[in-house]
C-alpha cells in the first residue's frame, strides 16, 4: 500500500486521499506555479495508525461526548503515545530523501483535511500547522498534525455546519521551508467589497505564519487586476517580524519566534511596486487556472516568489460599488418625495424598470390628474418618477404643484362621485376589469410561439397596465383616508365618552384581500395539521426542498418530500397552488426584479410551518372578535345619541366602513400581472441567454430598454461580451447604492421642510440618539428583541413575539404581522399598509424613522411606543417585558403634497359643518 506521493503525483482530484491542501498543492505543481517541493502523507496513513494503535473507537467516544475541550486533551495524549507503524515511516524517509534537500533543510508540516479548502467550508485554521520542523522532528510534528483533526475548534466548527465526522481523515503536507525575507497573502478578488476586478494583498517581513493569523501588522495594497498595479496601499508600522528559532537539527523540534523589526525597516514598503505587480500578475494566473478567486498564501526568498497553499475563497461577497452621497437632483425647479408608489421601493431599481417605470407612471399619473382636474392643471414634464442614485423619487414641478393643489377641491368631488373612472366606484367598475382583463388576455398566450418584438411589447403593456392601476387606486386612498379621518373626528368632538373604544373600534373585523389570503393560509394549515405524518414531513423539511418539490408535482416517482405520503402530498400540493393562483400576486417590492409568492413559494411556507407548530392567533376568530365588538359599541353608541348626531354618525361611520376597506383590497391586487410579467421577461432572458447576449435569463432586469429592443429583432452573439461586462458593473452599483439611506426629500430646503416634512419619514441625521422617532400609527407598548428582515428571503427568520423591523411592507408581508409582537419601518405613514395591519392586529407600530433597519440589529432588545411614535434602543436585559394592546395613537397631521392639503381642509369643512348642525 502508498502512503506517500509527492505533489508532482498528485491533482485536484485527489481530495479523499490527498485533503483539500494536498491536492491544491499538488494542481498548482503539475500546472508549473513556482511551489517548494514537498510530498503528502495520505489519510490511509492516518487511518492505519489508528488502527494499528487500537484508536479508532476511542476517539469516537471521546469526540461524541461532553467537553470538546475535555476531549481535545485527552485524544492527543493518545495520539501522541501511539505509534508510527514501520511501513509508513520508511515511505516517509525515502520521501525526504525524493526531495533533494540538503542536511540543513526544514520542513513545514500541515494538516490537509478532506473537508478542507473547499468552495463551500472554510476550514483554515482548523487544524494545526508547524514550521521550520527538522527531520529529526517530523513524526512527532506530523502525529499532533493528525491529532489536531480532533482539536475543540475543529470539532465546534464541524458541529455548527453540520459536517458529520464519519469517514472523516487527515492526510499531512510535508514541504520544504523557505526562509522568506517578505511573506504573506493575496486574495485575487477583494474580500472587504468582492470587488472581482481587485486584488487585495498584504505583508510583512519575515514567515508568513504571522500574517495568515492576524499576529503583526501588515502593509496592505488593492491592486487593479487587469493592470497589476496599486489602486492604494497602506504601509503600517511593522514592529515585529516571525522568523525561524534557533535549535539543531538534534537537539529541537525548531519552529518560530517573534523579533523586533529594525527601527529602519519598521515603516518601509515590504514590496516594492515591482515586486507587487510580479506578485499580482501570478495571483491573476492562478485564478485562471482553478476558474475561482483564490486567497493564496507566498513567500519571497531570494528574488522569488513560491506558493505554499491557495485555496478558494470562502464567503465572498457579492461585488458592490461605493455608497452615494451626492444627492444632486436631475431638476432643480421642483420637489422629490420618496412616497406614494415609492413605499413599495424601498431599494434601487433594477436597471431595466428604473427604463420603463418613469415614462409608464408619468403617463398614467398625468392622464388621471388631467381627468380629475378637466383641464390643464397638470402640464406635460409636471409629474415624473426618476431615479437619483437608483432611488425612486416623485419629481412634481414646482408650478405643476401650485397649480394642482389650487384646483384640488373639485378634484375631490369628482373621486367622491367616481368621476372619470375614479374613487372607489371608478375602481370596481373600471379600473380592476380592465386590469384583470389584460392579464386573463395575455396568460392565454403562449410564449414560446411570440417573437421577440412581441414579448417585449407585452412587457410594455403588462408594466402599463399595472401603472394605469396603481394610479386609480390613488384615486381610493384619499377617499378612504378622508373618511377615516373625518369619522374619527366627529366621533372624538361630538360622540365619544370616557370609557369608550377609540374610533378605530368601528372600522376593524372587515374582510380585505389580505386578511382573505392569511385565512387561506391558515385553513391549510389547519387541514394539513388533521395528517400528521404529513405535518410532520413539512415541519421537518428544510423550506427551500419544499419549494423545490412543489415545482415537482405531477413530473412522475421524484415528487415530494421525505417522510409524506405520495398520494396526501399530492393532494396538498394542490391545495397549496390553489392558494397560489389567487393570493401569489403580493408583491414584497414592486420592481419586477423581486420574485412574487407565485415564483418563490418561501416566505409563505415559513408562515406555514409558522401556523403547523400551533403558534399565531386564528385569524377567523381574531376576526369575528373583532366584528362582533364594532358592532356591540355600534349599538352603545347608537342608543344614546340624539336623533342629529345619530344621523351623522350613521352616514360617517357608513362612508368609512364602505370606503376603508376598499384601499387594502385595492393595494393588494397591483402586482395583478406580475407573476405573468417575469414570466415574460424571463422568457425573452432565455432566448437572450442562448443567444450568448446576457449571461443568464434573469440578467435581462439589468439591460437598459434601448439594448432590449436592438435585441428584439437580432439576437447577436457579437453583444454578448459587452452587455454581460456592463450587467455586472450595474449589478455591482446597485448593491452599492443599496447601502445608502437616501434621503426622504429632495431638494433638502427649508420651505419644503416646513410645508410637507410632517407627512415624510423622520430624518436621517436626526436620529443619532438612543431614541429614534417615526409616526406612532397603531398605539400601545412593547418591549421584545428586534428582527430586521430585509425581504421574503429572510421571512424564516421570523420568530413568534419579535419586533418586525423592515424598510417597508406591503400586503405580501401581511402574515408575518402574526408572529410580530410590534413593527418598526423606515418608511410609512399613519394611512400605510403597515399601520393598518398592525391595527387590525392589535400592536404597536412605529413607521417613518428613515433609519430603523440601519441602527437596530436582529435580537437587539428594543422598547417600541406606537403612542408615542418612538423606539429605545438602549434597553436593560433585565427589564421585564413590556406589552399592552394597539390603541388610537397620536398621529402628526399629514400635509400631503396636494392630497393632503385637501384632506385636511375637506375634513374640517365637514366637522364644522357638523358642528354648526
Known amino acids: 500500500m502508498v502512503f506517500t506521493q509527492r505533489f508532482e503525483e498528485i491533482d485536484g482530484g485527489d481530495v479523499a486521499s490527498a485533503g483539500g491542501k494536498g491536492a491544491n498543492l499538488g494542481e498548482l505543481t503539475r500546472a508549473g506555479f513556482p511551489v517548494p517541493p514537498g510530498f503528502v502523507i495520505l489519510t490511509n496513513a492516518y487511518v492505519a495508525f489508528l488502527e494499528s494503535n487500537g484508536l479508532t473507537a476511542?476517539?469516537?467516544?471521546?469526540?461524541?461526548?461532553?467537553?470538546?475541550?475535555?476531549?481535545?486533551?485527552?485524544?492527543?495524549?493518545?495520539?501522541?503515545?501511539?505509534?508510527?507503524?514501520?511501513?509508513?515511516?520508511?515511505?516517509?524517509?525515502?520521501?525526504?530523501?525524493?526531495?533533494?534537500?540538503?542536511?540543513?533543510?526544514?520542513?513545514?508540516?500541515?494538516?490537509?483535511?478532506?473537508?478542507?479548502?473547499?468552495?463551500?467550508?472554510?476550514?483554515?485554521?482548523?487544524?494545526?500547522?508547524?514550521?521550520?520542523?527538522?527531520?529529526?522532528?517530523?513524526?512527532?510534528?506530523?502525529?499532533?498534525?493528525?491529532?489536531?483533526?480532533?482539536?475543540?475548534?475543529?470539532?465546534?466548527?464541524?458541529?455548527?455546519?453540520a459536517i458529520g465526522t464519519e469517514g472523516l481523515s487527515l492526510a499531512v503536507v510535508?514541504?520544504?521551508?523557505?526562509?522568506?525575507?517578505?511573506?504573506?497573502?493575496?486574495?485575487?478578488?477583494?474580500?472587504?467589497?468582492?470587488?472581482?476586478?481587485?486584488?487585495?494583498?498584504?505583508?510583512?517581513?519575515?514567515?508568513?505564519?504571522?500574517?495568515?493569523?492576524?499576529?503583526?501588522?501588515?502593509?496592505?495594497?488593492?491592486?487593479?487586476?487587469?493592470?497589476?498595479?496599486?489602486?492604494?496601499?497602506?504601509?503600517?508600522?511593522?514592529d515585529v517580524m516571525t522568523v525561524y528559532a534557533t535549535g539543531t537539527p538534534d537537539s529541537t523540534p525548531g519552529g518560530t519566534a517573534e523579533h523586533p523589526v529594525p527601527d529602519a525597516q519598521r515603516r518601509r514598503a515590504a514590496l516594492d511596486d515591482e515586486q507587487l505587480t510580479q506578485l499580482s500578475a501570478l495571483g491573476k494566473e492562478i485564478e485562471d487556472h482553478f476558474g475561482a478567486p483564490q486567497d493564496i498564501e507566498w513567500a519571497l526568498a531570494s528574488g522569488h516568489v513560491h506558493v505554499v497553499q491557495s485555496?478558494?475563497?470562502?464567503?465572498?461577497?457579492?461585488?458592490?460599488?461605493?455608497?452615494?452621497?451626492?444627492?444632486?437632483?436631475?431638476?432643480?425647479?421642483?420637489?422629490?418625495?420618496?412616497?406614494?408608489?415609492?413605499?413599495?421601493?424601498?431599494?434601487?431599481?433594477?436597471?431595466?424598470?428604473?427604463?420603463?417605470?418613469?415614462?409608464?407612471?408619468?403617463?398614467?399619473?398625468?392622464?388621471?390628474?388631467?381627468?380629475?382636474?378637466?383641464?390643464?392643471?397638470?402640464?406635460?414634464?409636471?409629474?415624473?418618477?426618476?431615479?437619483?442614485?437608483?432611488?425612486?423619487?416623485?419629481?412634481?414641478?414646482?408650478?405643476?404643484?401650485?397649480?394642482?393643489?389650487?384646483?384640488?377641491?373639485g378634484a375631490m368631488v369628482s373621486l367622491a362621485r367616481g368621476q372619470a373612472h375614479m374613487g372607489v366606484q371608478g375602481w370596481r367598475e373600471y379600473s380592476h376589469p380592465l386590469y384583470a382583463k389584460l392579464v386573463r388576455d395575455w396568460s392565454a398566450k403562449n410564449l414560446s410561439e411570440l417573437s421577440n418584438a412581441e414579448l417585449f411589447d407585452g412587457v410594455s403593456q403588462l408594466l402599463d397596465g399595472g401603472t394605469v392601476y396603481y394610479t386609480a387606486v390613488q384615486s381610493v386612498i384619499p377617499l378612504a383616508a378622508t373618511s377615516e379621518i373625518v369619522f374619527g373626528r366627529y366621533y372624538e368632538t361630538f360622540v365619544r365618552r370616557a370609557g369608550d373604544p377609540p374610533a378605530l373600534t368601528f372600522l376593524l373585523g372587515f374582510d380585505s384581500e389580505p386578511i382573505r389570503a392569511e385565512k387561506s393560509l391558515y385553513d391549510l394549515a389547519t387541514w394539513t395539521r388533521k395528517h400528521p405524518g404529513l405535518a410532520g414531513?413539512?415541519?421537518?423539511?428544510?423550506?427551500?426542498?419544499?419549494?423545490?418539490?412543489?415545482?415537482?408535482?405531477?413530473?412522475?416517482?421524484?415528487?415530494?418530500?421525505?417522510?409524506?405520503?405520495?398520494?396526501?402530498?399530492?393532494?396538498?400540493?394542490a391545495k397549496?397552488?390553489?392558494?397560489?393562483?389567487?393570493?401569489?400576486?403580493?408583491?414584497?417590492?414592486?420592481?419586477?426584479?423581486?420574485?412574487?409568492?407565485?415564483?418563490?413559494?418561501?416566505?409563505?411556507?415559513?408562515?406555514?410551518?409558522?401556523?403547523?407548530?400551533?403558534?399565531?392567533?386564528?385569524?377567523?376568530?381574531?376576526?369575528?372578535?373583532?366584528?362582533?365588538?364594532?358592532?356591540?359599541?355600534?349599538?352603545?353608541?347608537?342608543?344614546?345619541?340624539?336623533?342629529?348626531?345619530?344621523?351623522?354618525?350613521?352616514?360617517?361611520?357608513?362612508?368609512?366602513?364602505?370606503?376603508?376597506?376598499?384601499?387594502?383590497?385595492?393595494?393588494?391586487?397591483?402586482?395583478?400581472?406580475?407573476?405573468?410579467?417575469?414570466?415574460?421577461?424571463?422568457?425573452?432572458?432565455?432566448?437572450?441567454?442562448?443567444?450568448?447576449?446576457?449571461?443568464?435569463?434573469?440578467?435581462?432586469?439589468?439591460?437598459?430598454?434601448?439594448?432590449?429592443?436592438?435585441?428584439?429583432?437580432?439576437?447577436?452573439?457579437?453583444?454578448?461580451?459587452?452587455?454581460?461586462?456592463?450587467?455586472?458593473?450595474?449589478?455591482?452599483?446597485?448593491?452599492?447604492?443599496?447601502?445608502?439611506?437616501?434621503?426622504?426629500?429632495?431638494?433638502?430646503?427649508?420651505?419644503?421642510n416646513r410645508a410637507f416634512g410632517s407627512m415624510m419619514p423622520a430624518n436621517s441625521r436626526e436620529q443619532s440618539g438612543d431614541t429614534i422617532t417615526g409616526v406612532g400609527a397603531s398605539g400601545g407598548k412593547v418591549t421584545a428583541p428586534a428582527r430586521v428582515l430585509g425581504g421574503p428571503a429572510d421571512?424564516?427568520?421570523?420568530?413568534?413575539?419579535?419586533?418586525?423591523?423592515?424598510?417597508?411592507?406591503?400586503?405580501?408581508?401581511?402574515?408575518?404581522?402574526?408572529?410580530?409582537?410590534?413593527?418598526?419601518?423606515?418608511?410609512?405613514?399613519?394611512?400605510?399598509?403597515?399601520?393598518?395591519?398592525?391595527?387590525?392586529?392589535?400592536?404597536?407600530?412605529?413607521?417613518?424613522?428613515?433609519?430603523?433597519?440601519?441602527?437596530?440589529?436582529s435580537g437587539q432588545l428594543i422598547r417600541v411606543d406606537g403612542d408615542a411614535g418612538t423606539v429605545t434602543l438602549k434597553i436593560d436585559a433585565q427589564e421585564p417585558p413590556e406589552a399592552s394592546s394597539a390603541r388610537p395613537s397620536k398621529v402628526r397631521t399629514a400635509v400631503g403634497i396636494a392630497m393632503g392639503a385637501a384632506l385636511a381642509a375637506g375634513g374640517v369643512a365637514v366637522v364644522r359643518r357638523l358642528r354648526r348642525r
Open 58 to 161: 476511542r476517539v469516537a467516544e471521546l469526540a461524541g461526548g461532553g467537553s470538546s475541550d475535555d476531549a481535545e486533551r485527552e485524544i492527543r495524549a493518545l495520539f501522541r503515545s501511539g505509534v508510527v507503524p514501520e511501513g509508513i515511516s520508511e515511505e516517509i524517509q525515502a520521501a525526504l530523501l525524493s526531495l533533494g534537500a540538503g542536511p540543513e533543510a526544514t520542513f513545514a508540516v500541515r494538516s490537509s483535511a478532506t473537508a478542507e479548502d473547499l468552495a463551500d467550508a472554510s476550514f483554515a485554521g482548523q487544524q494545526d500547522t508547524y514550521l521550520n520542523i527538522h527531520p529529526a522532528g517530523l513524526e512527532g510534528a506530523i502525529k499532533d498534525c493528525w491529532a489536531s483533526l480532533w482539536t475543540a475548534r475543529a470539532m465546534d466548527y464541524r458541529a455548527r455546519r
Open 174 to 238: 510535508i514541504q520544504v521551508m523557505v526562509e522568506s525575507e517578505v511573506s504573506g497573502v493575496m486574495f485575487t478578488a477583494n474580500p472587504r467589497t468582492g470587488r472581482r476586478e481587485e486584488i487585495m494583498v498584504s505583508a510583512a517581513w519575515g514567515l508568513g505564519e504571522s500574517v495568515v493569523s492576524g499576529a503583526v501588522s501588515t502593509d496592505d495594497y488593492v491592486v487593479d487586476k487587469s493592470s497589476a498595479k496599486a489602486k492604494s496601499s497602506f504601509i503600517a508600522d511593522k
Open 311 to 409: 485555496r478558494p475563497i470562502t464567503a465572498l461577497p457579492e461585488p458592490a460599488g461605493d455608497a452615494p452621497t451626492d444627492w444632486t437632483v436631475p431638476y432643480p425647479d421642483g420637489l422629490y418625495f420618496r412616497a406614494s408608489i415609492v413605499e413599495q421601493l424601498p431599494d434601487p431599481l433594477s436597471t431595466l424598470f428604473a427604463d420603463m417605470i418613469d415614462g409608464s407612471v408619468s403617463k398614467s399619473i398625468t392622464k388621471l390628474l388631467g381627468e380629475a382636474f378637466k383641464g390643464k392643471a397638470v402640464r406635460e414634464g409636471d409629474v415624473a418618477l426618476p431615479t437619483i442614485n437608483g432611488y425612486a423619487y416623485y419629481y412634481y414641478r414646482n408650478s405643476g404643484m401650485w397649480r394642482v393643489m389650487a384646483k384640488f377641491p
Open 537 to 573: 414531513a413539512i415541519t421537518s423539511a428544510p423550506i427551500q426542498a419544499i419549494a423545490r418539490a412543489l415545482t415537482r408535482t405531477g413530473e412522475g416517482s421524484d415528487v415530494g418530500i421525505p417522510g409524506a405520503d405520495p398520494e396526501l402530498w399530492q393532494e396538498w400540493s
Open 576 to 752: 397549496f397552488h390553489t392558494h397560489l393562483d389567487r393570493y401569489g400576486h403580493a408583491v414584497f417590492n414592486l420592481d419586477f426584479l423581486n420574485p412574487v409568492p407565485a415564483d418563490d413559494p418561501s416566505p409563505l411556507l415559513s408562515t406555514l410551518k409558522f401556523y403547523l407548530r400551533g403558534q399565531g392567533n386564528n385569524p377567523h376568530e381574531r376576526q369575528e372578535k373583532a366584528k362582533n365588538r364594532r358592532e356591540e359599541q355600534t349599538r352603545i353608541v347608537r342608543r344614546r345619541l340624539d336623533p342629529a348626531r345619530r344621523a351623522a354618525f350613521d352616514r360617517l361611520l357608513g362612508w368609512a366602513q364602505a370606503t376603508v376597506p376598499v384601499r387594502e383590497d385595492a393595494l393588494a391586487d397591483i402586482g395583478l400581472a406580475w407573476p405573468l410579467l417575469r414570466r415574460v421577461l424571463l422568457e425573452l432572458g432565455r432566448r437572450l441567454t442562448e443567444a450568448g447576449v446576457i449571461a443568464a435569463p434573469d440578467d435581462v432586469f439589468w439591460l437598459r430598454t434601448q439594448e432590449v429592443t436592438a435585441a428584439r429583432t437580432s439576437l447577436a452573439g457579437s453583444l454578448a461580451d459587452s452587455l454581460a461586462d456592463a450587467v455586472e458593473q450595474r449589478k455591482m452599483a446597485w448593491r452599492g447604492q443599496r447601502k445608502a439611506n437616501p434621503p426622504q426629500m429632495l431638494p433638502e430646503i427649508t420651505w419644503a
Open 795 to 857: 421571512f424564516d427568520r421570523m420568530e413568534p413575539g419579535d419586533v418586525l423591523v423592515a424598510r417597508m411592507t406591503t400586503p405580501a408581508w401581511t402574515s408575518l404581522f402574526a408572529m410580530a409582537s410590534a413593527v418598526v419601518t423606515d418608511v410609512g405613514g399613519p394611512l400605510s399598509h403597515s399601520s393598518i395591519v398592525a391595527r387590525e392586529y392589535g400592536i404597536p407600530a412605529v413607521l417613518g424613522t428613515a433609519v430603523a433597519t440601519s441602527r437596530i440589529e
